[in-house]
């Protein structure tokens, strides 16, 4: 990628390519085009990364110079769109790129219809977030979809239209715009692993279109599958084994060569990781890239500012491999990245990989997304809460938890999906624990079936074959809520109570954007009504993702009411965070403070730091004054959350699932 001949190949593309996207766009207009020097600024600055990674995915294609001039063309189109107020946000972001990682940061994510039924209940409820301080906000899929089955939105039928009843895409620009006046940031989902099979493109590949076949991964028979799947991981084993579904096609000549192969019996097989009705792309046609390219800027011209790149672990397939991770996924989403820079640069990606944590990190870079869930931290807090040990917590964080400062974490307890313990085993071993029984015991513990446990969540996607489960169910469900009230009394209502404010606790002050499911800060239990809808029964997620119940945010004020204990309790952690600088960035060193059960760590910003300990267990602890000592912090301390003080040569008592954050006076 760094090859000097490609630099120079680089250039004399460009200084070819650019007399005739100026005789498209500049000459005979009357007036000079608004934006286009800051377009050729920026062109004549990203080209060079773009060539290299376009060239690299595609230069063996017959047509790669047309797919480059084509890329070009949605490029300057998207730019010339682009309205006034976003190319000053572009402006304002380019002087600033590390606007996200400010301490008053605040994200949060909802559905639109189970939040506030439509685009317009959502606008309504503008007064709501800036009450709880959120900044950011992921609205989750709304684009059109099919009716029935959908994966709560993630099989999208059309990226340019919202899905009708819940408002249309003017709607969206316009809320989008109220948001911004707000201080909020809009984030949407790039669901750019796959289409669903109602999709134009899936549509015309169904009536037997070649160029629409190669937009999916279509095989005439069993064969290419069965060697894919002999180093593929199942994903959603229990809606259809393997990674590729059966379809009918009509048979034609077009067809044959489309999928590659005669087809005879009529029945082809796609490739579909996820659901059989959501067809993955392929990325190694560069058409897909320039389409996909395209949506994404449509979005962004909307006003969406930070687009969540869903499941990118998937989108490259090299035979004999996993499918997963692989190098070129990254080179992809750098391609993506070079495009919004050029084209719409105020726009940042989020990563969501689920995977390993050393893969998870790759995505993390500048150049590639500059934000990424942190899904080692949210399964290890709910794996520190089942065993009262942050042993695996600490040596994980202290080791994973840096990440380029150019960046940012996305710290999060719940989101709309599964937990899946995804934590290295090569970490767990050195604390002695093996990963595969470990998994089995959190599954067991969390599906409240492990004695004593205080959880109460449902299996995902349990693979017999493996052994393999993750778990859904509501922070406060698998916090200890729902079995405390209906089984036990109100010290047990406390704890649990106790363990979800310290896990938000956590994410509120680690370094990055702490994201919150909303419904979590009302103590939302799971709700079992989604096993009477067929289009969700098979589908346990639907447990944590309920109908939002004004009534009870009514109540959120009222200290005496459980949802009021926890928001207010949590909603002066958000103003806490808020309020301290210490908390911005991305400098966080984690402690060993010689207790198993604390996890303690300092967060630093420019010459003010903030010591932060959080104890995991509903036993009592002493971290002795010594200790502090050794650290080299001395002197006195305010606990920022109690207020109370910490003199020198004291030590510090931990009440059940207490945490500190002790600002030095
Ligand atoms: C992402 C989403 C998940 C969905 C999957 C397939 O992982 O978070 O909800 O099922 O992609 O689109
Ligand atoms: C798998 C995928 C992840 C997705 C999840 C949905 O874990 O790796 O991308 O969010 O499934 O359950």
């Known amino acids: 990628m760094d090859d000097p001949n490609l630099a120079h190949e680089a250039a004399r593309t460009l200084a070819r390519l650019l007399p005739r996207l100026e005789a ?164 949407l989902d790039l669901v750019f692993n796959h289409t669903s099979d109602e999709h134009i493109w899936a549509k015309a590949a169904l009536a037997g279109d070649p160029d629409s076949l190669d937009i999916y991964r279509i095989y005439p028979d069993r064969t290419i599958p069965d060697q894919y799947e002999r180093t593929l991981r199942e994903i959603f084993p229990d809606e259809h084994p393997g990674a590729f579904s059966p379809l009918v096609l009509p048979p034609s000549p077009a067809l044959r060569r489309g999928v590659g192969g005669e087809v005879t019996g009529g029945e082809v097989w796609v490739w579909t990781t996820f659901h059989r009705y959501q067809w993955d792309l392929n990325y190694a046609n560069p058409d897909v890239f320039n389409r996909m390219a395209g949506e994404m800027l449509f979005l962004a011209n909307v006003g969406v500012e930070v687009i969540r790149l869903d499941a990118v672990a998937f989108i490259w397939k090299q035979m004999g491999t996993s499918c997963e991770n692989l190098p070129e996924a990254h080179i992809l989403i750098q391609a993506f990245n070079a495009v919004a820079r050029i084209a719409a640069p105020a726009l940042l990606f989020k990563s969501e990989a689920i995977v390993h944590p050393a893969d998870v990190a790759r995505y993390i870079s500048p150049e590639e997304c500059q934000l990424s869930y942190n899904p080692l931290l949210m399964a290890l807090l709910w794996e520190s809460l089942a065993t009262r040990n942050a042993s695996l917590l600490r040596l994980s964080m202290s080791e994973r938890f840096q990440i380029n400062p150019a960046c940012a974490w996305v710290n999060y307890v719940r989101v709309h999906d599964d937990i899946g313990w995804t934590f290295a085993d090569e970490d767990a071993i050195r604390l002695g624990i093996e990963g595969h029984p470990h998994r089995r015991f959190l599954n067991e513990f969390y599906m409240g079936r492990f004695p004593g446990s205080f959880a109460r969540g449902l299996p995902f996607q349990y693979n017999p074959k493996t052994g393999d489960a993750r778990i859904s169910g509501t922070c406060a469900s698998l916090a200890g809520l729902e079995k405390a009230l209906a089984e036990e009394t109100e010290v047990e209502v406390s704890l649990a109570l106790g363990r979800i404010l310290l896990i938000h606790s956590i994410i509120l002050s680690i370094g990055g954007i702490p994201l919150l499911y909303l419904g979590d800060e009302i103590a939302t239990l799971n709700d079992y009504g989604y096993r009477d809808d067929p289009a969700k029964a098979e589908d346990s997620r639907w447990v944590h993702r309920p109908r939002t119940d004004w009534t009870v945010y009514e109540q959120r004020h009222a200290a005496g009411t459980l949802p009021g204990r926890l928001f207010q309790a949590l909603s002066h952690l958000i103003h806490l965070r808020k309020s301290t600088p210490a908390l911005a960035g991305h400098d966080t060193q984690i402690l060993d403070v010689g207790n198993p059960h604390v996890l303690a760590y300092v967060r630093q910003h420019g010459h003010d730091h903030v010591l932060i300990l959080a104890s995991f267990t509903e036993q009592p602890q002493t971290i002795p004054a010594n200790e502090f000592r050794l650290q080299g912090l001395t002197g006195t301390f305010t606990d920022l959350v109690s207020g109370a003080t910490l003199e020198p040569g004291q030590d510090l008592g931990l009440g059940p699932f207490q945490f500190v954050w002790l600002h030095a006076q």
């Not at 480059?68 to 976003?86: G, I």
């Not at 009450?131 to 959908?150: A, C, D």
């Not at 009708?164 to 316009?174: K, N, R, S």
Request: charged share 25%; with cysteine.
């Open 24 to 187: 498209r766009y500049v000459k005979g207009k009357k007036r000079p085009l608004a934006g286009w020097n800051d377009f050729m600024r920026r062109l004549h600055a990203h080209f060079p990364r773009l060539f290299a990674l376009y060239y690299y995915l595609y230069r063996e294609k017959y047509d790669f110079f047309y797919h480059l001039e084509s890329l070009l063309n949605t490029l300057a189109d998207s730019w010339l769109a682009r309205a006034a107020d976003l190319q000053t946000l572009d402006a304002a972001r380019e002087q600033t790129p590390a606007w996200f990682q400010s301490h008053t940061m605040v994200g949060a994510v909802c559905y639109v219809d189970l939040f506030a039924d439509d685009l317009a209940g959502i606008k309504a409820k503008i007064p709501y977030f800036k009450e709880l301080g959120i900044t950011y906000l992921h609205l989750m899929p709304l684009f059109r979809v099919s009716e029935g089955e959908n994966d709560g939105g993630y099989a999208v039928s059309s990226y340019r239209e919202v899905h009708p009843p819940l408002g249309t895409m003017d709607q969206l620009a316009d809320l989008a715009r109220a948001f911004r006046a707000e201080g909020i940031s809009l984030v």
